[in-house]
């Protein structure tokens, strides 16, 4: 049995669990028996959530369905207990705390409300355990493409009424069909206006 301990405000080894936001945890280790501290209600582990299939030596970041589920379970959780902390458990590595990082902004923004600069200033003290994302293209990386970059975009996309998770205002069945290789990786990009496809 490991024991998780806090750290506030710095990158944290393995087995080490940090407070993100009010009634959010991040932990990153790879021991499924972890004695939690207090007050801990639930846990989301990221093995649970679809990740980016690459191609080649490219990584991320995940697609909006993976955003929905995340964003869907994790308010399903804090509805069912009126207080208590939830962990979202990653691997140590940087890739894997990167998505998680990457969701739980993307949390704050979808479900929150907050800003892509608010939701930056929340998750300062989880970006140095980041990495950027890269691009299909093998050989040396040409591009990054960081959280906040992503979270931008997605804010940008809210803000603009694009994309929102209240009922009816988006459709996991149909974002999953299109987004499927067999019906050309389809996604509209700027509603009524541009397409992407492969």
């Not at 972890?34 to 990221?46: A, E, L, Q, R, T």
């Not at 955003?67 to 890739?95: M, N, Q, T, W």
């Not at 892509?116 to 003290?125: A, C, G, I, K, Y």
Request: aromatic share 10%.
């Amino acid at each position: 049995m490991v024991t998780a301990e806090m750290t506030e405000g710095t990158a944290f080894p393995a087995h080490r669990i940090s407070r993100v936001v009010d009634r959010m945890l991040l932990f990153a280790g790879y021991d499924a028996s972890v004695d939690w501290p207090d007050g801990v209600v639930d846990n989301i582990s990221m093995s649970q959530i679809p990740q980016y299939k690459r191609f080649c030596e490219d990584f991320g970041p995940l697609n909006l369905a993976a955003v929905y589920r995340f964003c869907k379970h994790f308010e399903s959780i804090l509805e069912s207990h009126d207080h208590g902390d939830v962990v979202v458990i990653s691997e140590p590595d940087p890739a894997s705390i990167t998505n998680a990082v990457f969701l739980i902004g993307a949390h704050l923004i979808m479900e929150r409300d907050k800003t892509s600069d608010e939701t930056e200033q929340m998750l300062q003290h989880l970006l140095p355990m980041t990495v950027s994302y890269r691009d299909v293209c093998s050989g040396p990386q040409n591009f990054h493409l960081y959280l906040r970059d992503c979270w931008c975009g997605l804010y940008q996309a809210r803000r603009l009424g694009w994309v929102s998770f209240a009922p009816d205002g988006f459709n996991l069945e149909d974002y999953e069909e299109c987004d499927s290789p067999l019906n050309a990786d389809l996604h509209e990009v700027v509603p009524g206006k541009f397409l992407a496809m492969r």
